[in-house]
């Protein structure tokens, strides 16, 4: 391949039978210096970036396709904690080389999801050096459906969707670390994470606060908790674990569900008064998991369990 412009033409510049999605308000794409954008009216744009590194953010022997799909997971989750719904987003991919079997592999994988979610690719660059992705996603929100760190309110209820530390144990697997039996599933998780913006389209009408969980439920509730200037007090015996996390020791399994972390979860807080008519809509809806896991309370700092245990907000700390 002669040239970067012949890669993304061949890779990138996707070709659609009909409109694609998010079209509307996409004046120019691919092909120009930048994309030019139209935001619609009384809406918001949300703006989130993440970069994956081979070895850091996924095991080198990761398939391509998997990679794909992860790079743009974790950002369409950004955007689902925000209360944003996916829209466009650029890619910068750098390579040791080119290789055509890999590269149309993670095209597939990150066509297939943006297909999926409604999100257009409109721009990007490449480079030569280590593997690395960095993507910038881009969403549309109406002020009323954002949703802050800062907005956790006394006595909100904690919940959590669907189930914790699946992926810190499918990363175990693959590592030959771990203490029960192998779980594909989990490594699934791992690999093909899914982010929650189905989910997030209920949540946003009730929540207060919320994020995603990518450094560990701990962890990433302490953001939530440190912004809001409140505690938390959590039921260890509520927290969701996977088939394979309730197959081994109980407390190795919440040390995975804890602060493990690539869940790509929400995290959200909905106020007491809301909770019944909340959990409510949740039933209603086909395959959403939502699990009260504990409170907020302004009276303590930090996160202690029902037992009055001091919980540390441990996760996966990059620079640690």
């Avoid at 927290?239 to 399994?253: F, G, T, V």
Wanted: proline share 4%.
């Amino acid at each position: 391949m002669s040239s970067e412009f012949d890669l993304i033409q061949t890779y990138f510049n996707w070709h659609y039978p009909e409109k694609p999605p998010a079209s509307f308000g996409l004046i120019k794409g691919i092909g120009d210096d930048g994309a030019v954008l139209q935001i619609p009216s009384k809406q918001q744009l949300i703006v989130t970036t993440d970069t994956l590194i081979s070895g850091v953010h996924f095991p080198e022997q990761t398939p391509p396709h998997a990679i794909g799909h992860k790079s743009l997971a974790v950002n369409l989750s950004d955007l689902a904690a925000m209360g944003a719904d996916p829209a466009w987003f650029t890619l910068a991919l750098t390579l040791p080389h080119q290789d055509k079997q890999w590269l149309s592999d993670f095209s597939a994988g990150l066509k297939a999801l943006a297909d999926k979610a409604g999100i257009q690719l409109i721009g990007g660059d490449t480079t030569k050096g280590s593997l690395s992705i960095s993507i910038t996603a881009m969403g549309l929100a109406e002020s009323k459906d954002l949703m802050m760190r800062s907005s956790a309110k006394d006595k909100d209820v904690i919940y959590v969707t669907h189930t914790l530390g699946g992926a810190a144990a499918g990363l175990a697997m693959l590592q030959q670390r771990f203490e029960g039996e192998d779980d594909h599933s989990c490594i699934e998780q791992l690999n093909y994470p899914v982010s929650r913006n189905d989910e997030s389209q209920l949540i946003r009408r009730y929540a207060n606060a919320c994020l995603d969980i990518s450094d560990g439920f701990l962890a990433d509730l302490n953001h939530i908790l440190q912004s809001s200037k409140v505690g938390a007090v959590i039921d260890l015996d509520t927290i969701p674990l996977p088939k394979a996390l309730q197959d081994i020791d109980q407390q190795k399994a919440l040390e995975y569900a804890l602060t493990g972390g690539d869940d790509y979860e929400l995290l959200f807080t909905v106020a007491q008064e809301n909770q019944h008519v909340f959990e409510q809509d949740v039933q209603q809806e086909k395959g959403l998991g939502c699990i009260a896991v504990g409170v907020i309370d302004s009276a303590i700092k930090g996160i202690v369990s029902i037992q009055k245990e001091v919980l540390t907000p441990k996760g996966y700390n990059h620079f640690r």
